[in-house]
């Protein structure tokens, strides 16, 4: 059976007192949308349509940046979850298989969830998926009798007996595609908000001879994002799971909360990572990898056995194989380093290819930006960088070459070749002594004067 998921992401989110659209605000650098898109994934949709409203070429191009293939519909005016339901009606014309509706401000709605969501669709014929909240606020109440979902009330209309169900509406439904527009269709704006409510589905199917029920899970994943402080508490939350799960996967946290995630960090196991390390989107590190204190990453591989840090910064592009070094205060951007390379202290690498087990001293830096082009810089393999050593792209030295210290490499340099640009060294006897005398002497003669 094929599943078609509808994402509702027309809203303003007038609470974040923003001009971005509610649902491209990011937890963990990924837009909310792309949360919601994400969780989706778990049901293997054979279609996705977004309904975007508010600001909706924004929210359009992001939803097509996550997944090409997506369909997004615009629902011009925000008339209710019904209505935004009905505007993806076209897209899915002739598609045959369970409709989920999604809301691209419910960023956690989980695998487990959603599969316990189908699976309870084989035997009715909408599925809600509900919460017992510990404080109901304005949630959608769902009446049931037993395992039966007669009806949902939206709070404003809700009786007093009715506001006492601790039972909510998470929002997310379930239902053949063909019968949620048919029951759409037949939903009216006769309520105290004067909406297409979604939720008035549930009462018409079930007058239509129709069953529904009611899938539960933990209010932790309904959570739904309404305020900038709300989107703080989703970070902080996602943060926590993701870093359990990690654990949970093999992986050491020294100190947990302090190592933060993107939406997409991936770590191998037996990684360990150490206090106070941040990543971006974009990070793979294999196993057994070491990442020190104080390190930054974004847009970065790392292979197995490799160490980074402490006070390390991989930026895009950087490409570590097995068993790299990179120490302190290094920062490697849009560079491939070679088995075993290391690059230990104080040094800038970015447009370079480095070679296996080449050495590059501290201090050195790759002078890629001529300030409108960037160069490359190659070395190739064994080779040894002097301390201090300006590499100034593009230029390229050969295998098992070396630089001397404090040299500007501004031309390449061949295989097994030493390259030293630097002033020759002149040594005066005594002079530093005589120097010191006629200064010291200098400093005296002021001191009397003042
Ligand atoms: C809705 C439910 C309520 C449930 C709650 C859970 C209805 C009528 N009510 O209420 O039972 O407890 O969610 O959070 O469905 N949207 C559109 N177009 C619209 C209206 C909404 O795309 O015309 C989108 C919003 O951007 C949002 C989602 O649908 O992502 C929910 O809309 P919202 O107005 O927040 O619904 P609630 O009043 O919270
Ligand atoms: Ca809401």
């Given at each position: 059976m094929s599943t078609a998921l509808i994402i509702l992401a027309?809203?303003?989110?007038?609470?974040?007192?923003?001009?971005?659209?509610?649902?491209l605000h990011r937890i963990a650098h990924a837009p909310m949308l792309w949360h919601a898109m994400r969780a989706g994934l778990a049901v293997e949709p054979e279609a996705t349509v977004v309904v975007a409203g508010h600001e909706a070429e924004q929210v359009k191009a992001s939803a097509l940046d996550f997944d090409p293939e997506a369909k997004v519909v615009i629902q011009q005016e925000q008339l209710g979850t019904g209505h935004a339901v009905a505007q993806a009606k076209d897209a899915l014309q002739g598609f045959e298989g369970n409709a989920i509706v999604l809301y691209g401000d419910t960023p956690f709605i989980s695998e487990k969830t959603l599969l316990a969501m189908l699976e309870a669709r084989k035997s009715h014929d909408v599925v809600v998926l509900g919460f017992e909240a510990a404080d109901p606020g304005r949630y959608g109440r769902l009446v049931t009798s037993g395992d039966t979902l007669d009806r949902i009330v939206e709070f404003k209309d809700a009786s007093d007996e009715e506001r006492d169900i601790t039972l909510c509406n998470s929002g997310v439904v379930c239902a053949d595609t063909a019968t949620l527009f048919d029951l759409i269709d037949a939903v009216?704006?006769?309520n105290a908000s004067g909406e297409y409510y979604l939720t008035d589905t549930v009462a018409i199917a079930r007058a239509r001879g129709l069953s529904a029920t009611v899938v539960t899970c933990d209010e932790s994943e309904t959570l739904g994002v309404n305020s900038r402080a709300e989107l703080s508490e989703a970070e902080r939350l996602f943060q926590i799971s993701r870093r359990e799960e990690l654990m949970a996967d093999g992986v050491s946290l020294q100190a947990p909360d302090t190592v933060f995630l993107a939406w997409d960090t991936v770590i191998g196991r037996d990684s360990e990572i150490e206090p106070n390390v941040v990543f971006g989107p974009g990070v793979t590190i294999e196993n057994a990898v070491r990442i020190r204190a104080f390190s930054h990453f974004e847009g970065a591989h790392v292979s197995s056995k490799s160490t980074v840090g402490p006070y390390a910064r991989l930026r895009p592009g950087a490409e570590l194989s097995e068993g790299v070094h990179i120490g302190n205060f290094v920062e490697v951007k849009n560079a491939v380093l070679h088995e075993g390379v290391k690059a230990n202290h104080l040094t800038y690498l970015g447009d370079a290819e480095i070679g296996a087990r080449t050495n590059i001293g501290a201090g050195?830096?790759?002078?890629?930006?001529d300030g409108v082009f960037k160069h490359k810089t190659t070395v190739g393999t064994d080779a040894f960088i002097g301390s201090d050593?300006?590499?100034?792209?593009?230029v390229t030295l050969g295998d098992g070459a070396m630089t001397a210290s404090g040299s500007t490499i501004t031309d390449d340099v061949p295989a097994g070749a030493l390259a030293v640009s630097r002033a020759p060294q002149v040594v005066k006897p005594g002079l530093a002594t005589k120097l010191f005398k006629m200064l010291k002497a200098k400093k005296a003669k002021q001191a009397k004067g003042n």
């Open positions: 027309a809203g303003k989110g007038t609470r974040m007192e923003s001009d971005l659209p509610k649902v009216d704006n006769n050195t830096v790759t002078c890629n930006y050593t300006m590499l100034v792209a593009p």
